[in-house]
């Protein structure tokens, strides 16, 4: 089993920053994919950022060039550093990780993954 904790989110204004982290414990190594979702309020989850085994990264389109994920092996642990952050960002983020076969087009699909946190939100006010 792994469980994941993620911790970081908070209310925010528009233009800020804030760095979301997710602490895996449990049989994980790093033969795992990782990412982050969000689920916004009568919306879908959508994948936000995710890393392959191989270290290959991939974005939504809304994030790019604003969101970057990064994992420290040594820790266990993922981040989501989040800067400009638009009224839109506002959902409930949350940490998967998978060990199920991957391909780099499917790393932000909700499905793929097995393990999830429980969610820490994100608010940004305009």
């Known amino acids: 089993q792994v469980q994941l904790v993620e911790s970081g989110g908070g209310s925010v204004q528009a233009g800020g920053s804030l760095r979301l982290s997710c602490t895996a414990s449990g049989y994980i190594d790093s033969s795992y994919s990782m990412g982050w979702f969000r689920q916004a309020p009568e919306k879908e989850r959508e994948g936000v950022a995710a890393?392959?085994?191989?270290?290959?990264?991939r974005y939504t389109d809304s994030v790019m060039g604003r969101f970057t994920i990064s994992q420290d092996n040594a820790k266990n642990t993922l981040y989501l550093q989040m800067n400009s952050l638009k009224p839109e960002d506002t959902a409930m983020y949350y940490c998967a990780a998978t060990a199920r076969y991957m391909l780099w087009g499917w790393l932000l699909l909700p499905a793929r993954y097995k393990y999830w946190g429980q969610g820490t939100q994100v608010t940004v006010s305009s």
């Open positions: 890393i392959d085994s191989d270290g290959r990264v």
